[in-house]
């Protein structure tokens, strides 16, 4: 399957998520948007890079983290309970 990552993206993207700890189920380039102070309008944040879907495998939790792939930091965070 083809990727929208360039090798280069792809290792900054590993790089943030440590593989000893974490499976990457899938990776998509996003942009964060937050229905936040009025749930009824979405706001784009700014913010954008690599979504990144895991597997906190010492936790067993998965979640995502929006890494940003043109300075290799993690942006943003978010946890789900299995």
Request: hydrophobic share 40%; aromatic share 6%; glycine share 4%.
């Amino acid at each position: 399957m083809p990727s929208v990552l360039s090798d280069d993206e792809k290792q900054t993207v590993k790089r943030t998520v440590p593989k000893a700890s974490n499976k990457i189920h899938a990776v998509a380039v996003a942009k964060l948007y937050v229905a936040h102070p009025d749930r009824q309008r979405w706001t784009y944040t700014g913010l954008q890079g690599a979504a990144v879907l895991a597997n906190d495998l010492v936790g067993n939790t998965f979640w995502i983290k929006l890494v940003d792939i043109s300075v290799c930091k993690d942006l943003n965070s978010q946890s789900t309970n299995n």
